[in-house]
């Protein structure tokens, strides 16, 4: 067994504590477990493996990617694997433990300005600058720019792999829940599930003052929720996956936070906090009892709190 045998195969959580005066349970996919500490593990995986298939990356050649940290964090990881040099831009915006965690798996990082955001507060903005200064690295560099935005890997990293792991573990699942970054994770996962379950209902979770997706503006574009909700509508959106939205308040995802923590012994990150409290405003408004899924996308521990 090698380290990437690690990706993957994650477990499915009951959240007894968070699901015991709901009617209705929720589940979480463990993401934070994998070996670099995300669910971008996956796609990060996907990528490299699809990039060597066709012909687009070969052996020692550099790849380059632009990063709020996770995706960073898996291609460092899979492509030291591999033996392929990793560039990391990051915006300085983004945690100082995501940056020990590039540096420790053997990134190069390149740290970009913020354009509008604050520390812990990442903007389209700010994304869209370290996006240009990677793809300018990769040009100069004759590298493999992975383009996590564009690339169709990503999707195809859910629809192969963690859509099939959750209706193996609960063919009862009634909701998939998840917030949205560069979309994977949503859209791959919910193709999957509706290919296999028709009734099944996948609803987005945004923050309430940038919930492009739900309402077609961002009246902020700061909120604590990194690596999702940049203020754009993802290359690969598909509207027809989504059968609703709910949003999150920054003091409702902080508590929450906590609360997996102390209640359920899970020290997770923002996301996972974002995807667990909307699956519990969602049970709270039905009337019978339903399986909601959602994921529990990074560790704690890349955040400082």
Not at 186 to 210: D, M, Q, R
Not at 211 to 232: C, E, F, M, R, S
Not at 263 to 270: E, K, N
Request: glycine share 8%; with cysteine.
């Amino acid at each position: 067994m090698s380290t990437l045998n690690l990706i993957h195969n994650t477990p499915l959580i009951f959240l007894d504590k968070i699901s015991a005066t709901l009617p209705g349970k929720i589940y979480a996919k463990a993401e934070h477990l994998q070996p670099g500490g995300s669910v971008k593990d996956r796609a990060a995986y996907q990528i490299i493996l699809d990039a060597y298939d066709n012909g687009s990356l070969k052996r020692g050649q550099t790849v380059v990617e632009m990063t709020s940290g996770n995706m960073g964090a898996g291609l460092a990881l899979v492509c030291r694997q591999f033996a392929n040099p990793f560039v990391a831009v990051m915006s300085e915006g983004n945690s100082p433990e995501r940056r020990k965690i590039l540096s420790a798996f053997g990134a190069e990082l390149v740290l970009t300005k913020q354009v509008d955001g604050s520390p812990g507060m990442v903007t389209g903005s700010d994304i869209a600058l370290a996006v240009d200064v990677a793809k300018d690295i990769a040009q100069n560099r004759n590298a493999f720019y992975a383009d996590q935005f564009n690339n169709p890997s990503c999707i195809m990293a859910h629809f192969n792999h963690t859509g099939p792991e959750i209706f193996r573990d609960l063919p009862d699942a009634d909701i998939f829940i998840a917030s949205v970054g560069s979309g994977g994770t949503f859209i791959g996962t919910s193709k999957y599930l509706k290919s296999v379950k028709p009734n099944i209902k996948c609803i987005v979770v945004e923050p309430e003052k940038a919930a492009i997706l739900k309402t077609g503006k961002v009246d902020d574009p700061k909120h604590i929720i990194q690596g999702t909700a940049y203020g754009l509508i993802p290359p690969h959106w598909d509207e027809a996956l989504a059968d609703d939205f709910i949003t999150v308040s920054d003091d409702e995802v902080m508590d929450m936070k906590k609360r997996l923590s102390s209640d359920q012994g899970l020290y997770v990150g923002y996301s996972a906090a974002a995807n667990v409290i909307a699956a519990q405003k969602y049970l709270k408004a039905q009337a019978k009892p339903l399986n909601v899924v959602t994921v529990l996308c990074d560790s704690g521990y890349k955040y400082s709190d």
